[in-house]
């Protein structure tokens, strides 16, 4: 019986990959996260010393949503979520000790005051906004260098309700207000830890009013008249798609 195990290998959330985009197969280390056990699939990260292997190459995560499967990514998703988790709790948040990880669970352990530290999820509100039957609200983020136009998203205030975050984040971000919000689906996203939940709402009263600092542009545009969009895979090109070509979500 073979002792390799497939292993999601990642540095600076680029992972490992061969030119077929498969994973490696290595041996086992006592410091990797057992993923999957029955599977015997690992996650490490790649150390700044460690040299990429022959044959392989380090692929930004997201470009891999293109080539593989929405099953493949999500896994791949957790596991970079997981690493990330356990590099961020090294120590206890109560009284500063070194923490241990735990033998069966997704915990980090303190062996001082015994507080457990388990991996967090945070969630947030992404929203297709529709205007009459054909228009559909696009934004541009500030920090994006680019052309694409994407959808009015935002983290989930303490306190609030998902349909309460996305009246808010509309509101903030492009000054208009929303009606008829319904939730569609969701999607894990590693950027660093996050729950995308999908909604599709409408237009109901303001005028496009930018937070700058959050958005460079907005406006509806016409189902047939689109600006550069989200790429295929991501959450946000299945909420558009599903409003302009009735498309069921993913």
Not at 144 to 171: D, S
Request: include cysteine.
């Amino acid at each position: 019986m073979s002792n390799l195990s497939l292993a999601y290998i990642f540095y600076n959330h680029k992972l490992l990959v061969d030119d077929n985009f498969q994973l490696p197969k290595v041996e086992k280390l006592a410091s990797d996260l057992i993923f999957s056990s029955g599977d015997q699939v690992i996650a490490r990260d790649l150390l700044d010393d460690e040299a990429i292997p022959e044959g392989y190459q380090l692929i930004p995560i997201r470009q891999l949503i293109a080539q593989w499967t929405r099953a493949q990514f999500e896994q791949a998703s957790r596991a970079v979520q997981l690493l990330e988790w356990r590099r961020n709790h090294k120590f206890c948040s109560h009284c500063g000790h070194e923490t241990e990880v735990h033998s069966t669970e997704y915990a980090m352990v303190c062996p001082a005051c015994g507080y457990r530290q388990y991996p967090r999820v945070q969630p947030c509100v992404i929203t297709v906004i529709t205007k009459g039957t054909d228009e559909i609200l696009l934004a541009k983020n500030a920090r994006n260098k680019g052309n694409m136009y994407g959808l009015i998203a935002g983290f989930v205030e303490v306190g609030e309700t998902l349909e309460e975050a996305v009246a808010r984040e509309t509101l903030e971000e492009v000054g208009i207000n929303v009606k008829n919000i319904q939730y569609l689906s969701s999607q894990p996203w590693p950027f660093p830890s996050n729950l995308m939940l999908a909604f599709k709402a409408e237009y109901e009263s303001g005028e496009i009013k930018l937070q700058e600092e959050e958005i460079s542009d907005a406006q509806f545009f016409k189902f047939d008249q689109l600006p550069e969009t989200p790429f295929a895979g991501s959450i946000a090109h299945a909420m558009i798609e599903h409003v302009i070509h009735n498309k069921k979500m993913p």
